[in-house]
């Protein structure tokens, strides 16, 4: 079956921690992207990339970093200049220059402990 | 900053009726909508997109967007209690197609 696959879907990092939550897609998408959701609140975008080796940032890619180095995977470490990093974390992948038109993984949830 | 605006509700509707969800933006250069739909806990799945003024539907949604006004609607037809979600409103704001912004959020419950 095609899809998005995050892992882990639950995440607890200690203060100070990095942290590293995987993203794989079999769907043959260029573009890549993470977006940070608080309760209650839309999507936000943190980066995207839309072809190996490159990534753009996005509205709040402070205290985040990531990594394409193939087409099907784009991980997302969380840093510890992170402040508030307690949040669910959505990975998707689309067709490049169709980003609305996004597949969405099924999510990791960070909590700080 | 570019906004999208909802009505974060919820919105309570009678199993059968008419569910109707907006959405405003400021950007006036946006040339493309979407709807996605988040049940609790999971992840957003795209329902419609939108591009020209006027509707577009496709099946019990209906999809209405009127640039001059700067909004967007969702009307939900025979609405179920399978529909009870939140409707996420997201527009496009880079002409490469990249960078989605998306609005709050409406909960919708449809009661039986």
């Known amino acids: 079956d095609g899809g998005i696959t995050q892992s882990p879907k639950y995440l607890f990092r200690k203060e100070g921690q990095n942290v590293t939550l995987s993203c794989e897609q079999n769907l043959n998408h260029d573009a890549m992207y993470w977006y940070r959701q608080d309760p209650g609140q839309g999507l936000r975008l943190i980066y995207y990339s839309q072809i190996v080796n490159d990534f753009q940032k996005g509205d709040i890619a402070e205290g985040y970093s990531v990594s394409r180095e193939k087409k099907e995977s784009f991980p997302l470490t969380v840093t510890s200049a992170q402040k508030n990093p307690t949040a669910f974390y959505l990975c998707?992948?689309?067709?490049?220059?169709?980003?609305?038109?996004?597949?969405f993984g099924q999510g990791t949830r960070l909590t700080v402990v | 900053q570019k906004e999208v605006e909802q009505n974060s509700g919820p919105l309570s509707v009678p199993e059968g009726a008419i569910a109707s969800l907006n959405c405003t933006y400021s950007?006036?250069?946006?040339?493309?909508f979407f709807w996605y739909r988040q049940y609790s806990g999971k992840s957003p799945e795209l329902i419609m997109s939108?591009?020209?003024?006027g509707d577009k539907e496709d099946g019990r949604f209906t999809a209405q967007l009127n640039k001059a006004s700067q909004y967007v609607s969702l009307l939900i037809r025979d609405s179920q209690p399978s529909d009870s979600a939140t409707y996420l409103c997201a527009v496009m704001v880079d002409n490469a197609g990249n960078m989605l912004t998306f609005g709050g959020g409406t909960r919708l419950m449809v009661k039986p």
């Open positions: 998707a992948s689309s067709i490049v220059g169709q980003g609305g038109m996004a597949f």
């Open positions: 939108i591009y020209s003024n």
């Open positions: 950007d006036r250069g946006s040339q493309s």
